[in-house]
């Protein structure tokens, strides 16, 4: 079935180090997206990607970085410079400028040790 | 993009029907009104969208006002499984920013 798949479903990170979340879709989507989720809260748009090797920036960017090197893949680094990244993260896709919904996959739960 | 307003929580009978309301006084004449939900620990699941007319799926029925400052999402016979977190979001058409608020807790009770 077509879908997004997120990898792991939850990630421990250790202070001063980087991690990398998965995130694949098998749908075709042009552009992919990067949301985090704190509890009780909605969600935040992190990065997103209209195309393959382009990429912005959403509302809460610092801290984390992106590549869009091939259409079904989008992961996202969180970095030691993410001083609190201890959330829900979720990614998604959708068709590209078009009025069809965003796609989401299942997230990964990532906390600090 | 136009902001949402929803009440934080709301009950609902098992059986009867569930009746989400999202205030978008600012929305524009491009922008889309979509609704999406999620339950615990999962990724959110669209619903349903549209414009100004009223819209009707197998999950559900939107109830646009015709001002367009308003909606209702109807959940027609509420199950215990529609307890979820329940998201109106405002979107302009052709641009793929999708603002979410804090949404609408519904408790379906049996």
């Known amino acids: 079935d077509g879908g997004i798949t997120q990898s792991p479903k939850y990630l421990f990170r250790k202070e001063g180090q980087n991690v990398t979340l998965s995130c694949e879709q098998n749908?075709?989507?042009?552009?992919m997206y990067w949301y985090r989720q704190d509890p009780g809260q909605g969600l935040r748009l992190i990065y997103y990607?209209?195309?393959?090797?382009?990429?912005q920036k959403g509302d809460i960017a610092e801290g984390y970085s992106v590549s869009r090197e091939k259409k079904e893949s989008f992961p996202l680094t969180v970095t030691s410079a993410q001083k609190n990244p201890t959330a829900f993260y979720l990614c998604?896709?959708?068709?590209?400028?078009?009025?069809?919904?965003?796609?989401f996959g299942d997230g990964t739960r990532l906390s600090i040790l | 993009d136009a902001k949402t307003t929803q009440p934080t929580s709301m009950d609902c009978a098992e059986g009867r029907a569930a009746n989400l309301p999202c205030n978008h006084s600012?929305?524009?004449?491009?922008?889309?009104v979509y609704w999406y939900r999620q339950i615990h620990s999962q990724g959110p699941q669209y619903i349903i969208h549209?414009?100004?007319n009223n819209e009707t799926n197998e999950m559900a029925s939107l109830i646009i006002t015709e001002d367009r400052k308003s909606s209702t999402l109807i959940l027609p016979h509420a199950t215990l499984r529609d307890t979820a977190v329940y998201y109106c979001?405002?979107?302009?058409?052709?641009?793929?920013?999708?603002?979410f608020g804090s949404g609408t807790k519904l408790n379906v009770k049996p």
């Open positions: 749908l075709n989507h042009d552009a």
């Open positions: 600012t929305i524009s004449g491009n922008e889309y």
């Open positions: 979001i405002v979107r302009v058409y052709n641009f793929n920013k999708f603002y």
């Open positions: 998604a896709s959708s068709i590209e400028g078009e009025v069809g919904p965003q796609h």
């Open positions: 990607s209209q195309i393959v090797n382009d990429f």
């Open positions: 549209g414009l100004k």
